[in-house]
């Protein structure tokens, strides 16, 4: 069935210093990927997102990369910063309306200040 | 302000007791999710709705039920508590059309004793 791999599943980084969070999707249909962050007792928010039409976006010290051959993106977070610490998911979703949304596991975030 | 708004944040219910939880959106979103989520864990998505009339089982099986009969209402309903139903429930609407974000509500922390 559909399945989204994501890793590391707990990431430890320094202050300023870069993070990446790397998925995997089994479903080539897949052409939304949503990338998801939640703080500590929060809801989860979008942070990113792209669109199987276009290989890289980045918005200030966030960027995201697709490899649709590959069924693989990934999340980069540059010059990290203490407040960057939290869980990020990424997803992958299917045709309209975002119902074949798939969530990866989870990676957990601590940037050490 | 537009949102979602899930009630109560949290309870705390006896084994047995019939329970439901709450939540409308004033997005004017037609798709609205649940999922089940322990802490900082995945996200399971156990019931979503295209629309008004329309409900459909998620990719965990759940002894939930929900509703959808008003477009910003979408209760779910526990007919009978058990310690295994102890989670957090977060609620999520997105609009109509291809591939667009979810907005998440701030959860309900259910404890079954």
């Known amino acids: 069935g559909e399945n989204v791999e994501q890793h590391p599943s707990t990431l430890s980084v320094q202050e300023g210093d870069s993070a990446v969070i790397k998925c995997t999707y089994s479903?080539?249909?897949?052409?939304?990927f949503p990338w998801y962050k939640q703080e500590l007792g929060k809801r989860p928010q979008l942070i990113i997102d792209?669109?199987?039409?276009?290989g890289e976006k980045k918005d200030q010290r966030i960027a995201v990369t697709l490899n649709k051959t590959a069924k693989h993106f990934s999340l980069h977070i540059t010059e990290t910063q203490p407040e960057d610490s939290a869980v990020y998911f990424c997803?992958?979703?299917?045709?309209?309306?975002?119902?074949?949304?798939?969530f990866g596991a989870g990676t957990r975030l601590f940037v050490k200040a | 302000e537009a949102d979602i708004y899930q009630t109560p944040r949290y309870l705390v219910i006896g084994t047995g007791k019939k329970i439901t939880l709450e939540c409308s959106q004033t997005?004017?979103?037609?798709?609205m999710y649940w999922y089940q989520q322990d802490p900082g864990m995945e996200l399971h998505l156990i019931h979503y709705?295209?629309?008004?009339?329309?409900?459909e089982k998620g990719d965990l099986s759940s002894e939930s039920t929900v509703s959808r009969i008003r477009t910003e209402h979408f209760p779910l309903t526990l007919e009978s508590a058990r310690p295994s139903h102890t989670s957090q429930y977060l609620c999520a609407s997105s609009a109509d059309g291809r591939n667009t974000e979810a907005f998440f509500g701030q959860g309900t922390r259910l404890t079954v004793v």
């Open positions: 997005m004017g979103h037609d798709k």
């Open positions: 709705s295209y629309g008004v009339n329309s409900t």
């Open positions: 997803a992958a979703s299917i045709g309209t309306g975002g119902f074949k949304t798939i």
């Open positions: 479903d080539s249909a897949s052409n939304y």
């Open positions: 792209i669109r199987s039409n276009v």
